[in-house]
């Protein structure tokens, strides 16, 4: 019996977020005896093993390509924990300009039956400056590219050219500290409950933060970081590809180097949970089993659309090596985990890679790498 699973009746008892809390909490304990952490969770590999494991993306080195997923580290507090756990990278955010306290609570909610959770946290977070100066600070691990997630600052009254000068604010604190953004065009739980994924929003929304981006790469000693954007899964497994065809055009035209696939969602399709329950926790964006398969289906579109030309970030519903390697197979460059993590606690990252490299070699690949797209 693992650690987690002794303790997650415990955790469970508990609220989802006062359960994120205390995890937190323990996860800064746990940071600080780095290498207790490592020999209790980082998977053992052979050196062929991590060679199988390594592979480049964007033009950055990942040893492996199990990473964690926005919203878990939002304010950047837990970088060295990720890299001791054994994941290859981490996505901190959303990070806003101003700010913010998210939600009234109740806010975040598990679903046990579906494997799910849904949250309506609210892009809460310390806001870009104090983020910035915290990743600023940190010792960081080697070869272990941390990802900034920008989102606008939770305040409907910010606005059109507004919203976007706001996303602008939060670049130009953090793109210095990040090895790739991801552009939260995608959250259901905005406080004027639109999201970006409107080409007319979104085409100026990427020119400005690439502009930003390209701004700061002419300056001295710096150089040009990856933009990707991160898209809400599709509301079917067969869905429409018009719609989405369009956002990956302007994407790509205005600056974007490559998608994040998929944020959580705003419906309440295929819950065993019961109707009741799920009445009374009201709105909020669906994460864990329940969108894996969509999350997958876009992954796939967009491995065919793009033929390998730019990155994919598969997330959404991976708790387990085979659907990580669903994910890989089908068009991902890099998997990230946030529910399963919640589900199966800290060990999975490292169940999930030494699987991924095992499901390779039996597949023929040299590396897990090789395998990207492979079943297309
Ligand atoms: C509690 C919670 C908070 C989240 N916060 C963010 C966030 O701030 N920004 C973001 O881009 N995604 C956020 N996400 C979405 C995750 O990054 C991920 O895209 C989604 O949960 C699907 O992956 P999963 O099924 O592995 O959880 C959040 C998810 C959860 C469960």
Sequence with gaps: MSVYSALRPLLFRLSAESAHHAGMRAGRIGQRLGPITRGLFRPRLSEADRTALRSRVMGLEFECPVGIAAGLDKNAELIPLWNQIGAGFCEVGSVSARPSDGNPKPRAFRLPDDGALINRMGLNNHGAERVARRIGDLRRPKGFPIGINIAK????????????????????????HGDFVV???????????????????????????????????????????????????????????????ELIALSLECGAAGFVATNTASDRQGLQTAPAKLASIGKGG???????????????????????????????????????????????????????????????????????????????????????????
């Design 153 to 176: 600052t939770h305040d409907p009254s910010i606005l059109g050219q507004a919203g976007i000068d706001d996303f602008v604010e939060s670049t130009r604190h953090l793109l210095p």
């Design 183 to 245: 552009i939260n065009v995608s959250c259901p739980n905005t406080a004027e409950g639109k999201t970006f994924e409107d080409p007319e929003a979104l085409a100026p929304l990427v020119r400005a933060v690439a502009t930003e981006r390209d701004r700061q790469a002419a300056l001295p000693g710096r150089s040009s970081v990856p933009l990707l954007v991160k898209l809400s899964p599709p509301p079917a497994v067969d869905f429409d590809t018009g719609p989405v065809d």
């Design 286 to 376: 669906l994460s864990g089993r329940p969108v894996r398969e969509r999350s997958l289906a876009l992954v796939k579109h967009l491995r065919r659309r793009l033929e390998g030309s730019a990155p994919i970030i598969g997330v959404g519903g991976i708790d387990s090596v085979e659907s990580a390697y669903d994910r890989v197979v089908s068009g991902a460059d890099l998997i990230e985990i946030y529910t399963g993590l919640v589900f199966e606690g800290p060990g999975l990252v490292g169940k999930i890679a030494k699987g991924l490299v095992k499901a390779a070699q039996a597949d023929g690949f040299e590396s897990v790498a090789a395998a990207v797209g492979s079943r297309v």
